[in-house]
């Protein structure tokens, strides 16, 4: 793979209510994400084994300017995932399957 090593970081600068983060549907992602809200509560999620896409929605599924997410390409289809994303409401998990 002539990518390995490769890292992609994403900073939400402005809301985002509509973004995704996908790999090309062959690739998934391993690690998880940090969803933090302003009262200081948050939760971490994992991605599942099938996950190929991060979903930011600017509220519950996170996306709130100041998000930060970094995508590292570690192997033959896959990448980890690390990061830092603000959300609001009741918190629940950004990683789904294409």
């Given amino acids: 793979n002539n990518h390995l ?3 992609y970081k994403f900073f939400v600068g ?7 983060i996908k ?6 992602f391993v690690g998880g994400l940090y969803l933090g ?16 896409v991060i979903t930011l929605n600017g509220s519950t599924k996170g996306g709130i ?6 995508v590292t390409a570690i192997g033959s ?3 980890a995932v ?7 409401g009741t918190v629940v998990t950004p ?4």
């Fill in 5 to 7: 090593g490769a890292v």
């Fill in 95 to 98: 990683f789904a399957d294409a």
């Fill in 37 to 52: 809200k302003s009262d200081a509560a948050g939760k971490t999620f994992i991605s599942g084994a099938s996950n190929d």
């Fill in 23 to 28: 790999t090309d549907g062959t690739d998934k």
């Fill in 82 to 88: 690390e990061g830092i994303v603000l959300a609001s």
């Fill in 77 to 79: 289809a896959k990448y």
């Fill in 14 to 20: 402005t809301d985002c209510t509509d973004c995704d």
């Fill in 65 to 70: 300017a100041g998000t930060i997410i970094k």
